[in-house]
C-alpha cells in the first residue's frame, strides 16, 4: 500500500503556465495532481489512456468535443462547469480542455494504463516536455 500525501495540493506554477506532478506510476495506473491558475488556459492534447479527474478545489469549465463531427463537419462540443467534488471519466483520445478557470484548479488525475504508456506521437511529447513539469514524489 502506498499513501500519496500531497495528491491535490495546489502548487503555483514556476514559470510555466500549469503544473502536473507524477505521484505514483505503475504499469496499469499513473496519478498526479494538475494545477492550473485563475486565468490560465489548458493547451493539453488528448491522451492515449482512459482519464479521471477528481476535482479537490477550484472552478472551471471542461469543454469535451465529440468524434463525432456535425452536419457541418465540425466537432460537437459541450461544455461542462466543474468544482470540488467533481468527478469526470475522459475516454482515451477524447478531445478536452479546461477554460474560464475562475478559482486556482487543482485535480488529481488518474490515467490507466499509467500515462505515456501506450507511446506518443512527436508533437504531443514536444508539449510535454516544453510545459509540463515532472516530478515524482
Same mark, same amino acid.
Given at each position: 500500500?502506498?499513501?500519496? &500525501?500531497?495528491?491535490?495540493?495546489? +502548487? $503555483? %506554477?514556476?514559470?510555466?503556465?500549469?503544473?502536473?506532478?507524477?505521484?505514483?506510476?505503475? +504499469?496499469?495506473?499513473?496519478?498526479?495532481?494538475?494545477? !492550473? %491558475?485563475?486565468?490560465?488556459?489548458?493547451?493539453?492534447?488528448?491522451?492515449?489512456?482512459?482519464?479521471?479527474?477528481?476535482?479537490?478545489?477550484?472552478?472551471?469549465? #471542461?469543454?469535451?468535443?465529440?468524434?463525432?463531427?456535425?452536419?457541418?463537419?465540425? &466537432? !460537437?462540443?459541450?461544455?461542462?462547469? !466543474?468544482? %470540488?467534488?467533481?468527478? $469526470?471519466? #475522459?475516454?482515451?483520445?477524447?478531445?478536452?480542455?479546461?477554460?474560464?478557470?475562475?478559482?486556482? #484548479?487543482?485535480?488529481?488525475? $488518474?490515467?490507466? %494504463?499509467?500515462?505515456?504508456?501506450?507511446?506518443?506521437?512527436?508533437?504531443?511529447? +514536444?508539449?510535454?516536455?516544453?510545459?509540463?513539469?515532472?516530478? +515524482?514524489?
Amino acid at each position: 500500500m502506498q499513501i500519496l &500525501r500531497a495528491a491535490g495540493h495546489f +502548487a $503555483v %506554477p514556476e514559470g510555466e503556465p500549469n503544473q502536473y506532478r507524477e505521484h505514483l506510476r505503475t +504499469a496499469d495506473l499513473s496519478v498526479g495532481t494538475y494545477c !492550473i %491558475p485563475v486565468g490560465g488556459k489548458d493547451g493539453q492534447e488528448p491522451h492515449t489512456e482512459d482519464e479521471i479527474y477528481v476535482v479537490v478545489r477550484g472552478r472551471a469549465k #471542461l469543454v469535451s468535443e465529440t468524434a463525432e463531427a456535425g452536419a457541418d463537419g465540425t &466537432r !460537437i462540443s459541450t461544455e461542462y462547469e !466543474i468544482g %470540488p467534488g467533481s468527478v $469526470v471519466h #475522459l475516454p482515451a483520445r477524447e478531445v478536452h480542455h479546461f477554460t474560464e478557470v475562475t478559482e486556482d #484548479l487543482s485535480i488529481v488525475v $488518474v490515467f490507466a %494504463p499509467a500515462e505515456r504508456s501506450r507511446g506518443l506521437d512527436r508533437d504531443r511529447d +514536444a508539449y510535454y516536455s516544453d510545459t509540463v513539469i515532472w516530478a +515524482a514524489e
